[in-house]
Each structure stands twice: as C-alpha cells, then as structure tokens.
C-alpha cells in the first residue's frame, strides 16, 4: 500500500471514529425521545432522521456544500466570527458523514429502547433511582444489543461512504480523501491491482464488522432467554 492510500485509510479510520462518538452522543437522546414521545412531530422527526436512507448521497453533499461552503449561511456566519468555512475541511467531512449515518445509528437504538419498555423503569423509580440513574443503569444495560449494531453500522457506514464526502470535502490527498475516493482515482487512472486491493480490504472489513454484530446480537439473545 503506498503512502497516498496509508494517508486515505488514516483519514477515513480518523473520520469514523470521529462521526460514531458524536452520533453517539447526539443519537441517543434523539432515539431515547423518538422510542417514548407521543408528540405528534414524531412522524415528522423520524422521517427528517430516515431521508439519507432514501436521498441520494449527492443530493445532500450538494446542499451541505452550499450550506457551509463560503457564500452558504454557514459559511458566512464563520467568516464574521473570522473562522474558516467548513467546505473542503475534515470538519465539513464529519458534519456531513454524521447527518448522513444519522439513521444507522438512530434507528437501532430507538428499537432497542422501545424494547425496554416501561417495566424495568418503573421498577427502578419505584426503588428510588431518578431519571438519569434509570437511564444509565437499567435503559442502557438492556440496550446494550442496540449500542452494539449502531456503532458497528455507524462506523462501516462512515468507512463506505462517496458521493457525500466527495461533495463536501473534495479530494484532498491527506486531508479529505477517503479510501472509497481513493479507490475512484485508482480506476480512473486503469490502476485496478490497487483499486482491488482497497476495495477487497473494505469488502473483508465489512463483512467482518456485521459478522460480529450478529455474532453478538444471537449471544445476547441466547443468553437472555
């Protein structure tokens, strides 16, 4: 592997970390609220979290891109606070990569709430425990299947994606190029043993990933029965 592509597997490691932890933190109360709410915005707010499962990634790289590029409103605001615009940055990458892996990470931990249900918490304030206590000790133990699938589908969604990244970061060797660009520049140029040798170390990674998913998922299952 040659240092081009060493430098796109660390940007694209860098940027799944990186997008799975602030999923995490944004997703969870999100999914805690989808799986308890009875507002009526639900429907509407579970719909805003599904469309990157039906939008075309470059639909949304493209309005990210005009969105945070330099004239966007984002972008403006940035340059009168003196900072950089977000296009064409690995910031502008991870906003993009989290909006668009929102409902891998969103939707396994919204089922996994739901199917807490309310018993074991009203157990636990019956015994004492508040809010954030029942939440962290009892909530979040029994979900701990749906932790696993959405961090796992988080990140090997964040380590596959293209057209968002290519839109709103571009191809900056080092900076902003992911190993799917990488691997898009190598067929370009007729480089296929490279191409192949990327493209086969995402299949194997993938396939691995999901393997221990449900591995985990059949474990936890036999052992709660």
Known sequence: M?????????????????????????????????????????PLAEALTALPLVLP?????????????????????????????????FAGLVVGSVIYSLPFVVQPLRDAFAAVG??????????????WDRFFTVAVPLARRGFVTAITLGFAHTVG????????????????????????DHVEVLEYGRAHLLSGGLLLFSLILLTVVYATNRRSRVVGS
């Open 161 to 184: 994606e293209f057209g968002v990244v290519l839109m709103i970061g571009g191809n900056i060797p080092g900076e902003t190029q992911v190993l799917s660009i990488a691997i898009y």
């Open 118 to 131: 309310h018993g074991p918490l009203e157990a636990a304030a019956s015994l004492g425990a508040g809010p």
């Open 57 to 89: 990634p470059t639909v949304l790289g493209f309005y990210l891109l005009i969105t945070l590029g330099a004239n966007g409103p984002v972008g403006q605001l940035l340059n009168a606070l003196g900072a950089q615009p977000l296009a064409f940055t």
């Open 2 to 42: 040659t240092d081009p592509d060493l430098a796109a597997l660390w940007v694209t490691l860098k940027l799944a970390t990186v997008t799975t932890i602030v999923l995490l933190v944004l997703g969870t109360p999100l999914a805690w609220w989808l799986a308890h709410t009875r507002n009526r915005l639900r």
